[in-house]
């Protein structure tokens, strides 16, 4: 996925991943996130406890088929989760709804954060394209979306970083299907 510094600045996100042949791997390590287009479904599931599985609200109608095409072309996307227990009510939240990150094609794993201290992992969570790309997210203190809250880069040490990071944290990481968020 070689792109030049314009490409790597411009791209959409959904143009990268177009572009990656082989692997899209996603580090998540904040125990709260509070992107506004979550906010309605987090306030209905904190009132009743009851996830929004509907694949037609929110970001999931975009997001499901750009992560259907990528595995249909042979992509294997995975997502690792770091979290720290018991867990946020937000990582609540986020456990109840990731059925449909499975159901568009993505395995994902959580890690209990006590089973990471002796991992050297970024300052930031990240997106890794075809161990050719790292795009980190920048959040505000709060969870929301900085307006600058994308980074790229073709950084061999940051990819490097990025790769031993996932891979470790995957390895050590719980499916699923598998893990049990345990509440407050």
Not at 53 to 68: E, I, S, T, Y
Not at 121 to 146: A, E, I, S, Y
Request: with cysteine.
């Amino acid at each position: 996925m070689p792109l030049n510094a314009q490409a790597l600045n411009t791209a959409t996100f959904a143009e990268l991943l177009a572009a990656t042949h082989r692997t899209a791997v996603h580090l998540e390590m904040r125990d709260v996130y509070a992107v506004g287009e979550e906010t309605d479904d987090f306030e209905t599931f904190l009132r009743t406890g009851t996830p929004n599985l509907d694949p037609a609200r929110l970001f999931w109608p975009q997001w499901m088929p750009l992560v259907q095409d990528a595995v249909a072309r042979g992509v294997v996307m995975r997502r690792a989760r770091i979290v720290s227990e018991p867990v946020t009510d937000y990582i609540r939240y986020e456990h109840a709804i990731t059925p449909l990150n499975l159901q568009a094609g993505e395995d994902v794993r959580w890690l209990p954060r006590r089973h990471a201290s002796d991992i050297a992992l970024p300052g930031n969570d990240f997106w890794l394209l075809d161990d050719h790309l790292v795009q980190f997210h920048h959040f505000t203190g709060t969870g929301d979306w900085r307006p600058d809250g994308k980074e790229r880069t073709t950084d061999p040490a940051a990819i490097a970083l990025c790769t031993t990071a996932f891979e470790t944290v995957w390895e050590r990481a719980i499916p699923h299907e598998k893990y049990t968020v345990q509440a407050p």
